[in-house]
């Protein structure tokens, strides 16, 4: 349903009859985000739609308080070539458009989706970045006995064995964590709540973590500075960086411990839509890619036992 009624001017007959050439292409768009702000979207999302409609208008700044209808599948065609050189950047913008034109179907705002008419982008296949086990040995190495040091140690411990998102680790409250259980319940992307089981190796970290924290800090957030208040995600963005280089890593991002969670889950013999549950995976797709990984390197390890040189004469 639109959030802004407009009516034919001259229609007394009807009213409430939508009039879709009365839509300008930015107020289409400023519907779009309020529609998706009600579905619950994250803060980063709605700024990923605003910076490729913002790039458009700005290249057809004539199109801006111009009725949607107006828009051609040649502007579309032309700002996505605008982005030829950054093949990421114009499959964003494709799915941004993508995603506008279903929202302006849906609200009768347009009788044709332009984007249809255009060919989705494709994007280089490649593997998704993960922490390995040796990387995780290397980073927990660098953590010693002391306050940081614990609390460093059981964030990566938890973002590994659970997949949890940045968010997710850094807005962790001791009302939502059962320690005796070994679960938390997280509320993830969209406000959607589920619970999240952890390894008992984890367990033993948070009890030698909040063992300190408890008896120093008055607070229902897990995660402190120093300083005593609530550590922001940068601050654990920028811990993981920090641990990365002490041992010797590649910069490592917290995204992925994510990937490994999802990779060795799969790789373990997860189903993949119970992978999805856990998660708190909106879309499979992503899952499919990780499940390729871990067949890809599953039968590379079973070279040796197979190995036609090997075999030779048997």
Not at 60 to 80: G, Q
Not at 110 to 118: E, T
Not at 142 to 152: H, N, Q
Not at 163 to 192: A, W, Y
Request: overall charge positive; proline content about 4%.
């Amino acid at each position: 349903m639109l959030l802004v009624d407009k009516t034919f001017p001259d229609s007394q007959d009807s009213p409430n009859e939508k009039a879709p050439d009365f839509y300008t292409v930015k107020e289409v768009m400023e519907l779009f985000y309020l529609d998706r702000m009600g579905g619950e979207r994250s803060a980063k999302t709605l700024d990923f739609y605003r910076e490729h409609f913002n790039g458009f208008l700005k290249r057809f700044p004539h199109l801006a308080d111009a009725s949607f209808t107006n828009v051609k599948v040649e502007h579309l065609r032309d700002y996505l070539l605008s982005k030829s050189d950054h093949i990421y950047a114009k499959a964003g913008a494709y799915r941004s458009f993508r995603a506008l034109y279903y929202f302006a179907m849906r609200e009768s705002i347009v009788a044709k989706n332009l984007v249809k008419q255009i060919t989705s982008p494709k994007l280089p296949k490649r593997k998704m970045p993960r922490v390995r086990s040796h990387d995780l040995d290397l980073l927990l190495k660098t953590c010693g006995p002391t306050f940081l040091g614990y609390r460093d140690r059981a964030i990566m411990l938890l973002m590994y064995d659970t997949g949890m998102r940045l968010s997710e680790v850094t807005n962790m409250t001791f009302s939502n964590l059962e320690l005796r259980n070994r679960r938390i319940q997280v509320l993830g992307k969209g406000n959607k709540e589920r619970t999240v089981k952890f390894d008992e190796r984890v367990r033993r970290a948070l009890i030698q973590y909040i063992y300190d924290t408890k008896t120093r800090f008055k607070t229902d957030m897990v995660w402190l500075t120093e300083e005593k208040v609530p550590i922001k995600a940068k601050g654990i963005q920028e811990m993981i960086a920090r641990r990365s280089i002490m041992a010797g890593l590649p910069r490592i991002h917290p995204h992925m411990f994510r990937h490994a969670c999802a990779y060795n889950l799969l790789k373990n013999g997860m189903n993949i839509h119970a992978v999805m549950r856990y998660l708190g995976q909106e879309s499979i797709a992503v899952l499919q890619n990780y499940l390729t990984d871990a067949d890809s390197e599953y039968a590379s390890e079973l070279h040796d036992e197979f190995s036609p040189l090997r075999n030779r004469g048997k």
